[in-house]
């Protein structure tokens, strides 16, 4: 039924604007409480023996939606209705901004991939917080496992990434089951050489502090993601920062810049097999969105 559907409509229509039309399907249905609940017992529920426990909370799976599909927090119960079991919204930045010019999104269809250049397009992390306020008020809202992914304004300078991370940590933090810190997005200015040990140390330290005041006392997980594209060496010493500083874990991997296609990163099978080569046996996934 997909296929036939991508087929004779979706594939035609500009890959943006088949997002947002799908994304205001799944937002709407989800709000509907008695509906969103049919659907999911009828079609989406995961069966018992896929429970898992990660950060102390159970999940009802090992699947679920990475940043860059529901970038500002809209659809949550959405997209639990479908049977994800947990959703990371985002990339937030502290400031909102419009993203990169259009076209930005691009279909690989023979590689089963997409190309995006978004450029953290979000309405910022006040925004942000305001929106997960409100769907934390309900019990859906409260069972579902929320993660936040965190990024640099486009404007704030690299001396000032750590405050600009800290920030949004602070709005943030309250409503969220886990941080991610996105230091690995191809798609604004500069952003991947935050990866390096030096940069990357204070930028995680300021968001553990930020977060930590932030909830009073509870622990927030705090994970920083990475690129596909990063030699061992680097890998090597992200995860030994990671030990230092006491993360929770790693997020393998943002899009990636290997490819020929034009700007922007790539996702698919071709970022998931790099992902394979320090990830192999992880849980739980995801599944990656520009």
Known sequence: M???????????????RAHELA??????VGRVPGLAAFLHRAFFASVPAAE???????LPGRFGLAAGFDKDARAIEGLAMLGFAFV???????????????????????????RNRMGFNNHGAVAAAARLRSVRRSARGRAAVVGVNLGK????????????????ASQLAPYAD???????SPNTPGLRDLQSVDALRPILSEVRMAADTAVGGRHVPLLVKIAPDLADDDVDAVAGLALELGLDGVVAVNTTIAHDLGPGGLSGPVSSSAASRWCAGCAPRSVSAP
């Open 23 to 28: 994304f205001g399907l799944i937002s709407g």
């Open 52 to 58: 898992v426990e990660v950060f102390g909370r159970r």
């Open 88 to 114: 990371e919204v985002g990339t937030i930045t502290a400031q909102a901004q419009p993203g990169n010019e259009k076209p930005r999104l691009w279909r690989v269809v023979e590689d089963r991939a997409l």
């Open 2 to 16: 997909y296929r036939l559907l991508f087929n004779l409509v979706f594939r035609r229509m500009d890959p943006e």
């Open 178 to 184: 886990y941080l991610v810190v996105n230091v690995s």
């Open 153 to 168: 304004t486009k404007v704030t300078p690299a001396a000032r990434a750590a405050h600009d991370y800290a920030f949004s």
